[in-house]
Protein backbone atom coordinates (compact mmCIF):
# COMPACT_ATOMS: atom_id res chain seq x y z
CA UNK A 1 0.00 0.00 0.00
CA UNK A 2 1.38 3.42 -0.93
CA UNK A 3 0.93 5.94 2.23
CA UNK A 4 0.04 9.58 1.52
CA UNK A 5 2.70 11.40 3.78
CA UNK A 6 1.16 14.89 2.37
CA UNK A 7 -1.98 14.67 3.71
CA UNK A 8 -2.82 17.37 5.98
CA UNK A 9 -4.58 16.15 8.97
CA UNK A 10 -6.50 17.75 11.61
CA UNK A 11 -4.92 17.33 15.05
CA UNK A 12 -6.14 20.39 16.75
CA UNK A 13 -9.98 18.17 18.17
CA UNK A 14 -7.76 15.36 19.60
CA UNK A 15 -6.93 16.02 22.64
CA UNK A 16 -3.09 16.22 21.30
CA UNK A 17 -0.19 17.97 22.87
CA UNK A 18 1.41 19.37 20.07
CA UNK A 19 -1.43 21.10 18.45
CA UNK A 20 -3.40 22.02 21.98
CA UNK A 21 -0.87 24.31 23.45
CA UNK A 22 -0.99 27.10 20.89
CA UNK A 23 -3.27 29.73 19.51
CA UNK A 24 -4.95 28.48 16.03
CA UNK A 25 -2.66 30.39 14.21
CA UNK A 26 1.00 28.58 15.35
CA UNK A 27 2.49 25.90 13.36
CA UNK A 28 3.82 23.56 16.08
CA UNK A 29 6.54 22.26 15.61
CA UNK A 30 8.05 21.00 18.97
CA UNK A 31 7.04 17.78 20.99
CA UNK A 32 8.05 14.99 18.82
CA UNK A 33 5.86 13.22 17.19
CA UNK A 34 4.60 12.90 14.07
CA UNK A 35 1.60 14.54 12.28
CA UNK A 36 1.19 11.65 9.94
CA UNK A 37 -1.66 8.80 10.21
CA UNK A 38 -0.53 5.60 11.66
CA UNK A 39 0.13 2.21 9.62
CA UNK A 40 -2.82 0.49 8.23
CA UNK A 41 -1.79 -2.82 9.45
CA UNK A 42 -2.02 -0.91 12.96
CA UNK A 43 -5.37 0.94 12.58
CA UNK A 44 -6.75 -2.58 11.55
CA UNK A 45 -5.76 -4.39 14.74
CA UNK A 46 -6.81 -2.05 16.75
CA UNK A 47 -10.56 -1.35 15.14
CA UNK A 48 -10.35 -5.29 15.18
CA UNK A 49 -9.88 -5.26 19.07
CA UNK A 50 -12.27 -2.59 20.01
CA UNK A 51 -15.10 -4.43 18.08
CA UNK A 52 -14.54 -7.22 20.16
CA UNK A 53 -15.64 -4.84 22.72
CA UNK A 54 -14.85 -6.74 26.08
CA UNK A 55 -11.57 -4.90 27.88
CA UNK A 56 -11.00 -6.54 30.87
CA UNK A 57 -8.19 -7.24 32.56
CA UNK A 58 -4.66 -8.35 30.03
CA UNK A 59 -1.75 -9.94 30.25
CA UNK A 60 1.17 -9.15 27.23
CA UNK A 61 1.46 -12.12 24.73
CA UNK A 62 4.23 -14.37 24.52
CA UNK A 63 3.98 -13.15 20.78
CA UNK A 64 4.98 -9.54 21.41
CA UNK A 65 7.84 -10.73 23.30
CA UNK A 66 9.04 -13.15 20.70
CA UNK A 67 8.05 -10.79 17.87
CA UNK A 68 10.55 -8.29 19.97
CA UNK A 69 13.03 -10.87 20.49
CA UNK A 70 13.09 -11.75 16.85
CA UNK A 71 13.42 -8.02 15.85
CA UNK A 72 16.81 -7.88 18.00
CA UNK A 73 18.27 -11.12 16.58
CA UNK A 74 17.34 -9.84 12.90
CA UNK A 75 18.70 -6.38 13.34
CA UNK A 76 21.68 -6.36 15.56
CA UNK A 77 22.50 -9.90 15.54
CA UNK A 78 21.76 -9.59 19.65
CA UNK A 79 20.22 -12.26 21.17
CA UNK A 80 18.09 -12.19 24.20
CA UNK A 81 15.12 -13.89 25.64
CA UNK A 82 11.43 -12.76 26.73
CA UNK A 83 12.00 -13.21 30.16
CA UNK A 84 14.68 -10.38 29.94
CA UNK A 85 12.25 -8.23 28.43
CA UNK A 86 9.97 -5.83 30.94
CA UNK A 87 7.01 -3.88 30.48
CA UNK A 88 6.82 -0.06 31.56
CA UNK A 89 4.07 2.58 29.69
CA UNK A 90 6.63 4.56 28.20
CA UNK A 91 10.31 5.70 28.29
CA UNK A 92 10.45 8.06 30.56
CA UNK A 93 9.00 6.02 33.39
CA UNK A 94 11.65 3.11 32.15
CA UNK A 95 14.13 6.49 33.05
CA UNK A 96 12.63 7.25 36.14
CA UNK A 97 13.05 3.86 37.81
CA UNK A 98 16.46 3.61 36.63
CA UNK A 99 17.26 7.15 37.98
CA UNK A 100 15.78 5.90 41.59
CA UNK A 101 16.32 1.97 41.72
CA UNK A 102 19.86 2.00 41.29
CA UNK A 103 21.18 5.64 42.55
CA UNK A 104 20.37 6.83 45.94
CA UNK A 105 19.65 10.02 47.25
CA UNK A 106 22.99 11.99 46.80
CA UNK A 107 23.92 9.78 44.60
CA UNK A 108 25.13 10.58 41.06
CA UNK A 109 23.89 10.22 37.52
CA UNK A 110 25.74 11.38 34.34
CA UNK A 111 24.30 12.51 30.88
CA UNK A 112 25.65 14.58 28.35
CA UNK A 113 23.59 17.83 27.12
CA UNK A 114 22.42 18.84 25.07
CA UNK A 115 20.19 16.23 25.86
CA UNK A 116 16.38 15.26 26.11
CA UNK A 117 15.25 17.30 29.63
CA UNK A 118 13.89 14.59 31.26
CA UNK A 119 17.91 12.85 31.51
CA UNK A 120 18.62 16.41 33.37
CA UNK A 121 15.54 17.37 35.00
CA UNK A 122 14.15 14.10 36.85
CA UNK A 123 17.31 12.66 38.61
CA UNK A 124 17.65 16.43 40.37
CA UNK A 125 13.60 16.55 41.37
CA UNK A 126 14.09 12.81 42.94
CA UNK A 127 17.24 14.41 44.85
CA UNK A 128 19.90 12.47 42.68
CA UNK A 129 23.20 14.63 41.89
CA UNK A 130 23.79 15.18 38.25
CA UNK A 131 26.83 15.49 36.82
CA UNK A 132 26.59 16.52 33.17
CA UNK A 133 29.80 17.09 30.64
CA UNK A 134 28.72 18.19 27.83
CA UNK A 135 28.65 16.98 24.41
CA UNK A 136 31.27 19.01 21.86
CA UNK A 137 30.35 20.42 18.82
CA UNK A 138 32.82 19.74 15.95
CA UNK A 139 31.61 21.28 12.63
CA UNK A 140 28.15 20.41 12.10
CA UNK A 141 28.40 17.01 14.35
CA UNK A 142 28.50 16.34 18.28
CA UNK A 143 31.40 14.42 19.49
CA UNK A 144 31.79 12.80 23.07
CA UNK A 145 35.04 14.41 24.89
CA UNK A 146 35.61 11.03 26.62
CA UNK A 147 38.06 12.62 29.07
CA UNK A 148 35.37 14.89 30.39
CA UNK A 149 33.17 12.29 30.88
CA UNK A 150 35.33 10.24 32.88
CA UNK A 151 35.88 13.27 34.45
CA UNK A 152 33.15 13.91 35.95
CA UNK A 153 32.93 10.28 37.18
CA UNK A 154 32.98 10.26 41.06
CA UNK A 155 33.27 7.37 43.33
CA UNK A 156 29.23 7.46 44.01
CA UNK A 157 28.15 7.79 40.81
CA UNK A 158 25.89 5.18 39.88
CA UNK A 159 24.40 5.47 36.20
CA UNK A 160 25.38 6.97 33.10
CA UNK A 161 22.77 7.90 30.74
CA UNK A 162 22.86 7.35 27.15
CA UNK A 163 20.45 8.65 24.42
CA UNK A 164 21.85 6.87 21.34
CA UNK A 165 20.25 8.19 18.66
CA UNK A 166 20.28 11.51 20.36
CA UNK A 167 17.53 13.76 20.64
CA UNK A 168 17.97 16.51 19.74
CA UNK A 169 21.70 16.61 18.44
CA UNK A 170 20.67 13.97 15.58
CA UNK A 171 23.60 11.92 16.02
CA UNK A 172 24.14 7.85 16.04
CA UNK A 173 26.91 7.17 18.02
CA UNK A 174 29.24 4.54 16.05
CA UNK A 175 30.85 1.21 17.58
CA UNK A 176 34.03 2.92 18.56
CA UNK A 177 32.24 5.26 20.34
CA UNK A 178 29.73 3.14 21.70
CA UNK A 179 32.73 0.78 23.23
CA UNK A 180 35.11 3.77 24.79
CA UNK A 181 31.36 4.88 26.36
CA UNK A 182 31.25 0.94 27.71
CA UNK A 183 34.57 0.85 28.56
CA UNK A 184 34.41 3.75 30.99
CA UNK A 185 30.98 2.40 32.57
CA UNK A 186 33.04 -0.79 33.43
CA UNK A 187 35.47 0.16 34.65
CA UNK A 188 34.10 2.79 36.97
CA UNK A 189 31.14 -0.50 37.29
CA UNK A 190 28.43 1.92 36.61
CA UNK A 191 24.96 0.51 35.30
CA UNK A 192 24.62 2.16 31.47
CA UNK A 193 20.88 3.15 31.22
CA UNK A 194 20.70 3.33 27.26
CA UNK A 195 17.86 5.25 25.71
CA UNK A 196 17.14 3.81 22.30
CA UNK A 197 13.82 4.78 21.07
CA UNK A 198 14.92 6.79 18.16
CA UNK A 199 16.55 3.42 17.12
CA UNK A 200 14.81 2.60 13.53
CA UNK A 201 14.84 6.28 12.90
CA UNK A 202 17.90 6.19 11.25
CA UNK A 203 19.28 7.43 7.70
CA UNK A 204 21.42 5.72 5.84
CA UNK A 205 24.67 5.19 5.86
CA UNK A 206 24.16 5.44 9.56
CA UNK A 207 23.64 2.30 11.83
CA UNK A 208 22.11 1.81 14.95
CA UNK A 209 24.05 -0.71 17.51
CA UNK A 210 22.10 -1.32 20.97
CA UNK A 211 25.04 -0.69 22.99
CA UNK A 212 24.40 -4.07 24.69
CA UNK A 213 24.89 -5.89 21.63
CA UNK A 214 28.53 -5.03 22.01
CA UNK A 215 30.25 -7.68 23.67
CA UNK A 216 28.97 -9.71 27.17
CA UNK A 217 30.35 -7.80 29.83
CA UNK A 218 28.60 -4.82 28.28
CA UNK A 219 24.97 -6.18 28.03
CA UNK A 220 25.31 -7.55 32.01
CA UNK A 221 25.88 -3.94 32.82
CA UNK A 222 22.85 -2.21 30.88
CA UNK A 223 19.73 -1.57 30.63
CA UNK A 224 17.80 -0.63 26.96
CA UNK A 225 15.37 0.72 26.92
CA UNK A 226 13.34 1.10 23.49
CA UNK A 227 10.10 1.32 22.30
CA UNK A 228 7.37 1.32 18.91
CA UNK A 229 6.29 4.70 20.15
CA UNK A 230 8.67 6.57 17.99
CA UNK A 231 8.87 5.03 15.36
CA UNK A 232 5.65 3.68 14.41
CA UNK A 233 3.90 7.48 15.86
CA UNK A 234 1.99 5.64 18.96
CA UNK A 235 3.10 7.86 21.38
CA UNK A 236 -0.57 7.77 22.92
CA UNK A 237 -0.90 4.40 23.17
CA UNK A 238 2.22 3.92 25.76
CA UNK A 239 3.89 0.81 25.26
CA UNK A 240 7.48 0.48 26.01
CA UNK A 241 9.89 -2.02 27.19
CA UNK A 242 13.33 -2.25 29.03
CA UNK A 243 15.44 -5.05 28.20
CA UNK A 244 17.55 -6.45 31.11
CA UNK A 245 20.22 -9.08 30.85
CA UNK A 246 21.33 -9.19 34.25
CA UNK A 247 19.41 -11.30 36.61
CA UNK A 248 20.21 -9.25 39.68
CA UNK A 249 19.69 -5.71 37.97
CA UNK A 250 16.44 -7.19 36.81
CA UNK A 251 15.53 -7.67 39.99
CA UNK A 252 16.50 -4.51 41.28
CA UNK A 253 14.24 -2.95 38.82
CA UNK A 254 10.66 -5.43 39.35
CA UNK A 255 11.10 -5.28 43.25
CA UNK A 256 11.77 -1.50 42.74
CA UNK A 257 8.54 -0.85 40.09
CA UNK A 258 6.33 -3.78 42.28
CA UNK A 259 2.60 -2.44 42.70
CA UNK A 260 3.61 0.75 41.33
CA UNK A 261 4.09 0.99 37.65
CA UNK A 262 1.64 -0.77 35.57
CA UNK A 263 2.87 -2.82 32.22
CA UNK A 264 1.28 -2.19 28.55
CA UNK A 265 -2.62 -1.69 27.94
CA UNK A 266 -4.49 -3.19 25.42
CA UNK A 267 -4.56 -0.88 23.25
CA UNK A 268 -0.80 -0.36 23.73
CA UNK A 269 0.06 -4.17 22.91
CA UNK A 270 -2.37 -4.64 20.15
CA UNK A 271 -0.28 -1.68 18.31
CA UNK A 272 3.05 -2.67 19.16
CA UNK A 273 2.26 -6.12 17.68
CA UNK A 274 0.47 -5.07 14.55
CA UNK A 275 3.63 -2.87 14.05
CA UNK A 276 6.16 -5.68 14.48
CA UNK A 277 4.46 -7.91 12.48
CA UNK A 278 3.22 -5.81 9.49
CA UNK A 279 4.44 -2.34 9.99
CA UNK A 280 7.85 -2.46 7.86
CA UNK A 281 6.10 -1.36 4.89
CA UNK A 282 5.00 1.97 6.47
CA UNK A 283 8.38 2.25 8.40
CA UNK A 284 10.24 2.06 5.06
CA UNK A 285 7.93 5.10 3.24
CA UNK A 286 7.63 7.23 5.90
CA UNK A 287 11.62 6.99 6.37
CA UNK A 288 11.75 8.33 2.68
CA UNK A 289 9.43 10.99 3.92
CA UNK A 290 11.81 12.32 6.46
CA UNK A 291 14.92 12.18 4.96
CA UNK A 292 13.43 14.00 2.16
CA UNK A 293 12.43 16.71 4.63
CA UNK A 294 15.23 16.73 6.54
CA UNK A 295 17.36 17.04 3.47
CA UNK A 296 15.49 20.04 2.30
CA UNK A 297 15.44 21.38 5.86
CA UNK A 298 19.02 21.34 5.71
CA UNK A 299 19.33 23.01 2.18
CA UNK A 300 17.07 25.55 2.91
CA UNK A 301 18.53 26.79 6.54
CA UNK A 302 22.00 26.76 4.91
CA UNK A 303 21.01 29.06 1.76
CA UNK A 304 18.39 30.84 3.04
CA UNK A 305 19.02 31.89 6.65
CA UNK A 306 22.46 31.83 6.76
CA UNK A 307 22.88 33.24 10.44
CA UNK A 308 21.95 30.24 11.52
CA UNK A 309 23.85 27.10 11.43
CA UNK A 310 22.07 23.82 11.71
CA UNK A 311 23.84 20.46 12.67
CA UNK A 312 23.77 17.26 10.66
CA UNK A 313 21.15 14.55 11.31
CA UNK A 314 21.92 11.42 11.02
CA UNK A 315 18.91 10.02 13.03
CA UNK A 316 14.95 10.94 14.53
CA UNK A 317 12.63 13.81 12.60
CA UNK A 318 14.79 16.66 15.07
CA UNK A 319 16.50 19.53 13.92
CA UNK A 320 18.77 20.82 16.09
CA UNK A 321 19.30 25.06 15.32
CA UNK A 322 21.94 27.43 16.43
CA UNK A 323 20.88 30.89 16.35
CA UNK A 324 23.78 32.06 18.21
CA UNK A 325 24.42 34.78 14.96
CA UNK A 326 21.09 35.57 14.52
CA UNK A 327 21.14 38.96 16.91
CA UNK A 328 17.97 37.96 17.99
CA UNK A 329 17.41 39.45 21.48
CA UNK A 330 14.78 37.31 22.89
CA UNK A 331 15.13 34.06 23.34
CA UNK A 332 14.80 32.38 19.73
CA UNK A 333 11.98 30.43 20.88
CA UNK A 334 9.77 33.54 22.03
CA UNK A 335 11.12 34.91 19.08
CA UNK A 336 9.92 32.48 16.31
CA UNK A 337 6.65 32.15 18.45
CA UNK A 338 5.94 35.63 18.67
CA UNK A 339 7.07 36.60 15.11
CA UNK A 340 6.89 33.66 12.77
CA UNK A 341 3.89 31.93 14.54
CA UNK A 342 5.81 29.07 14.67
CA UNK A 343 6.22 26.80 18.30
CA UNK A 344 9.38 25.62 18.44
CA UNK A 345 11.53 23.63 21.31
CA UNK A 346 13.45 26.20 23.55
CA UNK A 347 17.49 24.85 23.02
CA UNK A 348 17.51 25.57 26.79
CA UNK A 349 15.37 22.79 28.11
CA UNK A 350 18.24 20.58 26.74
CA UNK A 351 20.84 21.24 29.09
CA UNK A 352 24.71 23.48 29.14
CA UNK A 353 25.34 24.11 25.25
CA UNK A 354 21.74 24.05 24.38
CA UNK A 355 21.18 27.88 24.95
CA UNK A 356 19.88 30.57 21.99
CA UNK A 357 19.60 27.07 20.25
CA UNK A 358 15.84 26.27 19.08
CA UNK A 359 14.98 22.15 17.95
CA UNK A 360 12.64 21.92 14.92
CA UNK A 361 10.68 18.60 14.65
CA UNK A 362 10.27 17.79 10.42
CA UNK A 363 7.87 15.21 10.63
CA UNK A 364 4.94 16.71 9.05
CA UNK A 365 4.15 16.79 5.43
CA UNK A 366 5.75 18.76 3.73
CA UNK A 367 3.93 22.00 2.72
CA UNK A 368 3.62 22.74 6.77
CA UNK A 369 7.21 22.57 6.92
CA UNK A 370 7.90 25.12 4.30
CA UNK A 371 4.93 27.17 5.60
CA UNK A 372 7.11 27.05 9.03
CA UNK A 373 10.28 27.68 7.17
CA UNK A 374 8.89 30.51 5.30
CA UNK A 375 7.74 32.51 8.26
CA UNK A 376 11.28 31.71 10.14
CA UNK A 377 13.04 33.17 7.06
CA UNK A 378 10.44 36.26 7.42
CA UNK A 379 10.57 36.75 11.16
CA UNK A 380 14.47 37.05 10.53
CA UNK A 381 14.54 39.56 8.12
CA UNK A 382 15.12 43.32 9.11
CA UNK A 383 11.47 45.40 8.82
C1 LIG B 1 15.20 10.36 23.92
C2 LIG B 1 13.77 10.26 24.31
N1 LIG B 1 13.41 9.44 25.31
C3 LIG B 1 12.12 9.31 25.69
C4 LIG B 1 11.13 10.04 25.07
C5 LIG B 1 9.70 9.90 25.54
O1 LIG B 1 9.38 8.57 25.66
P1 LIG B 1 7.96 8.10 26.23
O2 LIG B 1 6.92 8.91 25.55
O3 LIG B 1 7.91 6.64 25.86
O4 LIG B 1 7.99 8.29 27.70
C6 LIG B 1 11.46 10.91 24.04
C7 LIG B 1 10.42 11.72 23.39
O5 LIG B 1 10.68 12.68 22.74
C8 LIG B 1 12.81 11.01 23.64
O6 LIG B 1 13.19 11.81 22.64
Avoid at 143 to 169: G, K, Y
Avoid at 323 to 338: H, N, W
Wanted: proline content about 7%; overall charge negative; glycine content about 6%.
Amino acid sequence: MRYDFDEIIDRRATDSIKWGLYAEDVIPMWVADMDFRSAEPIIRALRMRVDHGVFGYSRTSEMLSRAIQDRMHRLYGWVISPQEIIYIPGIVTGLNIAFQAYCAPGEAVVAQPPVYFHFLRDPVRHGRILKDPPLVPHGNRYEIDFEELERAITPDTRLFVLCNPHNPVGRVFTEQELTKLAEICLRHDIIICSDEIHCDLVFPPHRHIPVASLAPEIESQTITLMSPSKTYNLAGLECAYAVIKNPEIRKIWKDFSYGMIPGINIAGHVAALAALDQGQDWLNQVLKYLQRNRDELLEYVRAQMPSISVTDVEATYLAWLDCRDTGIEATPSEFFLKNARVALSDGAEFGQGGENYVRMNFACPRKILFQALDRMKSALKPA
